[in-house]
């Protein structure tokens, strides 16, 4: 009975915070109405409900739910399920760095104004753009440490792309089965040999996220399709060998990952110390 009296109440606080969302943003609309432009005084409000005010409603409402989920998949910036980890590979840095660059692939730019405005300029008039940079995704407690690309018809509205995350790869080795593995925020330094976890997926088009409404890339659902391709990629140049798929342990949950579908598999593979050039 208190179990479903508390889920009671989190979903009426829920319900809460939606209404109010929708009145702050319906409130910015008329304000704005009255001074500016109706074209201009709706793409402020749009601003503002999807950059600010939707965004900080489901942080409180995750909150209020007190969700924990333990992530084989990434985290959004606001809090949500981002793309599913679908691949590990262990090396180094650099070898890291080497084996992409040997599969034609290149490192995606650091997002800043610059690459943002860069970016956004480049996906209205479709200009290739093939360093363009990633959305932050979290994992570890922190956003990706390197991320790679390649285009797709020399589109920046299209391509294949993966984040990486470092973790101790000893520390992979003993605990990768355990919540105190995801929820470990420990960084190894840039020298070491360490187990680089990736989050591949591919862009497809225009998109807008779930429930903040953000512009965004569409991306392909099947993430299993994607995670092949780069498998293949890397071993067609040379970059890995011997590729299998591991099968996370109970504490993962596997199928529908937000609008992804995945079998929570994770191909792993062992970064070569010499790659031939794609």
Known sequence: MVRRAIRLLQRVAILGLGALSIW??????????????????????????????LPNAVRMGLKIQRARHVPSFTITGDGLPGDPINVALAGTFQQLRDAFAAAGWVEADRLTLESSWRMAKAFVLNEPYPTAPFSTLYLFGRGQDIGF????????????????????????QANANTLDFWLNT????????????????????????????????ATDPDTDIE????????????????????????????????????DGDVAIAEIAITATAA
């Open 24 to 53: 702050l943003i319906v409130d910015v609309f008329k304000f704005v109405d009255h001074r500016l432009p109706p074209i201009l005084a709706l793409s402020v409000a749009y601003a503002i409900g999807a950059y600010l005010i």
């Open 227 to 262: 995670r092949e391709f780069i498998v293949s990629e890397l071993t067609g140049c040379g970059a890995i060998a011997g590729a299998r798929l591991y099968r996370a342990g109970d504490q993962v949950k596997t199928g529908r990952v937000n609008h992804y579908v995945t």
């Open 186 to 217: 420990d960084r190894p330094g840039e020298e070491e040999r360490v187990l680089w976890i990736g989050a591949g997926t591919r862009d497809t088009g225009f998109s807008l996220t779930r429930l903040t409404f953000q512009i965004t890339h």
């Open 149 to 172: 690309q390649k285009a797709i018809d020399n589109s920046p509205r299209k391509r294949h792309h993966i984040r990486f995350w470092a973790q101790g790869l000893d520390y992979a």
